[in-house]
């Protein structure tokens, strides 16, 4: 069976408490900071329950995907935005569709990320711009840590999400080698992942320690 549908099924289940969950965390920092490259018209892959609509302006345009039907009928309930709930390596979209794509902690989910890359690519505009995020592949002892703490169900904070690996960011390089899409910039974010370490990880981001912050965000443009 795919990954892709399994990781579906699994946020199937935990789509009702996601947003409880997910604002406990420090996530307006990476939302913050993709919502300053939108313009026009918009696709959030893996977009889950539509928490980073309420960080766009209003003149945008934004598409909310995801494969869990469940998430999709959250953002239905709680947002005013469309929806698709389909496969983010199989977009149902024509070529040249999106002037931005943002793909939030999602590609380490997907059966073939090379694939998915490719598609992003065919979906968005000439001189459109594609942000994504993903784990910092140099802090790997972190995917023990995140099985440890689910296990022990610390605060429940913790849910099983499915999330296998990390993603390198070269190997983020090689998928785009032969597309038309070029790294802009590259940022590390985030040392602690929880509200009240807010300022904390602001002055930590403009040390020699940022090599270390748990989230790659990468800028990119189609040519």
Excluded: W
Aim: proline content about 3%.
């Amino acid at each position: 069976m795919s990954n892709n549908i399994d990781v579906g099924k699994t946020f199937n289940k935990i789509a009702s408490t996601f947003n409880e969950v997910s604002n406990q965390y420090t996530i307006k920092r990476r939302y913050q900071k993709a919502s300053s490259f939108a313009k026009g018209k918009l696709l959030d892959i893996g977009g889950a329950s539509g928490l980073f609509l309420s960080f766009l302006n209003s003149d945008i345009q934004p598409i909310v995907l995801d494969i869990s039907y469940n998430m999709c009928l959250e953002v239905k309930l709680n947002h005013v935005a469309n929806v698709v709930c389909a496969d983010a390596e199989k977009l149902p979209f024509p070529h040249n569709s999106f002037d931005t794509v943002v793909s939030l902690e999602s590609i380490y989910y997907l059966d073939n990320p090379l694939k998915f890359v490719i598609e992003v690519e065919r979906v968005l505009k000439s001189n459109g711009v594609f942000v994504l995020s993903f784990y910092n592949s140099k802090l790997n002892f972190f995917v023990s840590l995140r099985g440890l703490l689910r296990r022990l169900k610390l605060g429940g904070m913790f849910f099983d999400d499915g999330n296998p690996s990390f993603t390198k960011l070269e190997s983020l390089y090689q998928y785009i080698e032969d597309t038309s899409l070029e790294v802009l910039s590259v940022e590390n974010v985030v040392f602690f992942p929880f509200k009240i370490f807010d300022k904390l990880n602001l002055l930590l981001e403009k040390t020699f320690l940022k090599q270390y912050a748990l989230f790659n965000m990468i800028t990119i443009r189609k040519q």
